[in-house]
């Protein structure tokens, strides 16, 4: 005996299964997949039944209706062969908004819920409905990410939240729902890469360190952008001597040669004389990694001009400390 909506098909390896999908308003929708035909039937007959009557469900109501057997009136043992708690959102949310989405979000009115499970529910303004209609959440150890053109995205990097922020001092949820992420509720304290928000004498100052081998403080400046800007002078300024020091390493052509691979810079191994004691520990550091050359990420200010941020930059000036730590090197 066949069933309504339910398909057979093979896995590679041959093993049997069946699909079951439903048209709903000239869209076809996938169910999911069912190891039997009985299971399959079962759920195809819940979801006509449920988008074609006058029955409403809330999301927290798929145990009742969905884990208990009312409605199939089969011995489903197994839960894989029940109707899915995505498939289950999918349904409610089509049949009160009529608006088909694949992934488990349940529209409420200015907001919507997106279910990462059955018990996590990740909050959002309707204006981000359509982004997360066509890209789908996980979560891996407590990080939540998403797939964008082949690559994997933090869900935060989304909302303006740097890589290795820490929740408490760099952002915070205001309402303490760390799943909330509806405007107004997320607020970031630390925008920008290497600048952060601190107290001194009951003024607000934005303290500004950039990491080399150690951290390195540039300073404390009375306004984030320009701290901002302090940290990529910064980054050019240790750049620059980086680059410098190895050009006058490949310049030394006599006295004690040392072997080293120029990592990062794709150069194949080579031998660098180095002449001075100076040269020779560079060299060593090099070899070691303790020296590593990098790209600093720079600070991104939106809205400020190029004739601006050229006045800020040429303004800022770096501490005594920094410029003597660059003369060292």
Known sequence: MGFSGVFKARKIDGTE???????????????????????????????????????EYLPEEYEKVICRDKISKIDLKE?????????????????????????????????????????????????????FRNHRLQKRGGHIFYS????????????????????????????????????GNLEIINRFNGVSLEIVQGRKKYFVKIHFRSDLKVGYFDDEITAAIAYNKAADSLE????????????????????????????K????????????????????????????????????SKKDYIRIYERVEMPDSFRRFLEKM
């Open 17 to 55: 299964y069946f699909r079951a999908s439903i048209t709903y308003k000239e869209k076809h929708i996938s169910l999911g997949s069912f190891s039997s035909e009985k299971a399959a039937g079962a759920a195809y007959s819940f979801a006509r039944k449920y988008l074609d009557g006058d029955n």
């Open 148 to 183: 964008d053109y082949g690559m994997q995205s933090g869900l935060l990097s989304r909302f303006g939240v740097k890589n290795f922020a820490v929740l408490g001092r760099d952002y915070v949820f205001k309402n303490g729902d760390v799943y909330d992420f509806r405007f």
């Open 240 to 267: 620059e001597a980086v680059r410098s020091r190895k050009n006058s390493l490949n310049g030394n052509a006599k006295s004690t040669s040392v072997e080293c691979k120029m990592l990062s810079l794709g150069e």
């Open 269 to 304: 191994r080579t031998t660098i004389s180095a002449k001075t004691p100076l040269a020779k520990r560079w060299a060593i550091d090099y070899k070691s990694r303790k020296y590593y050359y990098r790209k600093w990420k720079r600070n991104y200010v939106e809205g400020l």
């Open 79 to 131: 839960s894989t062969d029940r109707l899915t708690f995505d498939k289950w959102i999918m349904l409610l949310n089509l049949k009160k908004t009529g608006l088909y989405c694949k992934n488990p979000i349940y529209l409420y009115g200015k907001y919507f819920v997106y279910y990462l499970d059955r018990t996590t529910e990740l909050k959002f303004d309707v204006d981000q409905l359509f982004f």
